[in-house]
Nanobody, 120 residues
Framework: QVQLVESGGGLVQPGGSLRLSCVAS????????MGWYRQAPGNQRDLVAT?????STNYADSVKGRFTISRDNKMVYLQMNSLKPEDTSVYYC????????????????WGQGTQVTVAI
C-alpha cells in the first residue's frame, strides 16, 4: 500500500525558516502532481503549493515569495521562509499516484500531517 510520510515540522519564531519533507513509498508506478496543504483547527484544508511531474509549480497567494516547493523522485519538499504566525497549521503532503500498471487510475494520497507552529 502507498504511504506518504512527512517530517520537518516544529516550532519556529516569526521570520524564521523551516523545511518540510515527505517521502512516498509502497506500490508506485507513477507519481503525477504532488503538493502541500495545510489545515488549522476549525478550518478547511487549503492548498499551499503544488508541483507537477514536469516541475511546474503553483502557490497560494498567501505564501508566494516565501515558500518554495520542490521534488526529487519520490520526495517532495516545502521550504518555508519568512514564516508568520498565520502560517501556523498542520501541513499535509499530497500526491497523485498510479499504484500499478494493471489499472491506469490515479489515486489521491495524503500524509499524516506535521505540525508547524510559528510563535515567539
Amino acid at each position: 500500500q502507498v504511504q506518504l510520510v512527512e517530517s520537518g515540522g516544529g516550532l519556529v519564531q516569526p521570520g524564521g525558516s523551516l523545511r518540510l519533507s515527505c517521502v512516498a513509498s509502497g506500490s508506485i508506478f507513477k507519481i503525477n502532481d504532488m503538493g502541500w496543504y495545510r489545515q488549522a483547527p476549525g478550518n478547511q484544508r487549503d492548498l499551499v503549493a503544488t508541483i507537477t511531474s514536469e516541475g511546474s509549480t503553483n502557490y497560494a497567494d498567501s505564501v508566494k515569495g516565501r515558500f518554495t516547493i520542490s521534488r526529487d523522485n519520490k520526495m517532495v519538499y516545502l521550504q518555508m521562509n519568512s514564516l508568520k504566525p498565520e502560517d501556523t497549521s498542520v501541513y499535509y503532503c499530497y500526491a497523485e499516484i498510479t499504484p500499478t500498471d494493471l489499472e491506469w487510475r490515479v489515486y489521491d494520497y495524503w500524509g499524516q500531517g506535521t505540525q508547524v507552529t510559528v510563535a515567539i
